[in-house]
């Protein structure tokens, strides 16, 4: 589950019209003066764009947050629903940058202040201008190698993950809980390592993984995480154990809802720009959820999600990787010395072949550790997407 306060940026586009990317970087000079570069003003009560129109192609949002709480920035499909583009965490008096290359359509733009809810939206035009920001030519084949290869990653990890599902829903409807508990981590690694493609569906994440702290007032807690409680109930509280039927009902919808996500990620294609933000968008899970221990608040296998989240945004980097090598061979070897540096951090926890410790065992210095090299490869991975499309 992504944190509340967070979103994810990548984005499949296949029925609907609106195919679009972002990522953090400055304007470039000509964008102020050809409409390409929109005004957003975020306060307590208001989401102010200095223009409800633009050509499509490279869009340049800038967004100031003028309130007294953190705010973010949303840009959805027609829908409303599907998240085209975002920007987290815009502290107050703060202001970023998302760049975003929109087809023509229509989106709605939200400002999120104090981070919950649907947020102040309203309407934004994109009217075609022929400008559609492509790659050049001499990497359009490697662009086009790399997106082919993450869609592929993309699907065997959902066709793995609906198979383990399978496979812990039965454990856990015949009461057979340890074997569940053993599942439990492994197979969510699959759902892990793509979350955000199945976060961009707006309405299975909820349904889905849903973390009990995140609920919102009526939404009725399904999915993982309420059978991670009922599997790991806790001692200090009390708790009733769901009876075989409510078992049942909440392993066959958490069953339907993953066919349905794997039918849908079947359709999907993905662009250089949706990849590379969704590297970035896999390290904020880790920075918000799982390097805190919220993401298993009952198992503590956050260590799994992490490596998970890790793996997804490696295969991203690596799948963009000869693009990159010739656009900012140092940035680069910088993305790449920081993910290793990670990965080794995280290998002192591992336990057997695919295991980790129990979150429960790292101490503070260790999580201050881990959080910090999480932050040194998100900083230069956030400018990826940047680096790969100019
Ligand atoms: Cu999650």
Not at 51 to 61: E, I, K, N, Q, Y
Not at 340 to 353: D, F, I, N, P
Not at 378 to 383: D, I, M
Request: with cysteine; charged share 25%.
């Amino acid at each position: 589950m992504k944190n509340r306060r967070l979103a994810a940026a990548l984005v499949a586009g296949v029925s609907l019209p609106a195919l679009a990317a972002c990522t953090d970087n400055s304007s470039s000079s000509s964008d102020a003066t050809d409409g390409r570069t929109i005004a957003v003003t975020s306060s307590s009560d208001a989401c102010d764009l200095s223009s409800d129109t633009a050509p499509s192609g490279r869009l340049v949002f800038t967004i100031k947050n003028t309130g007294q709480e953190v705010t973010e920035f949303y840009l959805y499909a027609a829908d409303g629903k599907r998240i085209v583009a975002e920007v987290e965490n815009i502290g107050p008096g703060l202001s970023r940058t998302l760049v975003v290359n929109a087809d023509a359509a229509t989106y709605v733009p939200a400002c999120k202040p104090g981070m919950k809810g649907t947020g102040i939206r309203s309407e934004l035009t994109v009217t075609e201008s022929g400008g559609s920001g492509k790659a050049s030519a001499a990497v359009q084949e490697q662009v086009d190698q790399a997106n082919a290869a993450y869609r592929e990653y993309v699907e065997d990890e959902s066709g793995q993950l609906l198979a383990g599902t399978r496979r812990f829903v039965a454990a856990y409807t015949s009461g057979d809980d340890a074997r569940a508990r053993t599942l439990y981590p492994t197979v969510r690694v699959h759902w892990e390592r793509i979350e955000p493609v199945a976060e961009s569906f707006g309405d299975l994440d909820p349904k889905m993984d849903a973390r009990e702290a995140d609920l919102e007032a009526g939404q009725k807690w399904t999915g993982w995480h309420r059978i991670e409680k009922d599997l790991w109930p806790p001692s200090d509280q009390p708790y009733t154990a769901l009876t075989k039927a409510e078992r049942a009902t909440y392993a066959d919808q958490l069953l339907a809802d993953t066919e349905t996500l794997h039918g849908r990620i079947g359709k999907l294609t993905f662009t250089v720009d949706q990849i590379g933000n969704g590297a970035k968008s896999l390290l904020d899970e880790v920075a918000t959820g799982k390097v805190t221990g919220e993401e298993e608040i009952w198992s503590h296998t956050d260590l799994y999600d992490f490596q998970a989240n890790i793996d997804g945004a490696r295969v991203a980097f690596e799948g963009l990787r000869p693009v990159l090598k010739q656009k900012d061979p140092a940035l680069e070897s910088e993305i790449a010395d920081r993910f290793t540096a990670l990965e080794s951090m995280l290998a002192q926890y591992r336990v057997g072949a695919d295991g980790f410790v129990s979150y429960e065992k790292l101490d503070t210095t260790q999580v201050k550790q881990l959080s910090d090299a999480v932050n040194a490869l998100s900083e230069p991975l956030s400018k990826l997407t940047a680096a790969v499309t100019l």
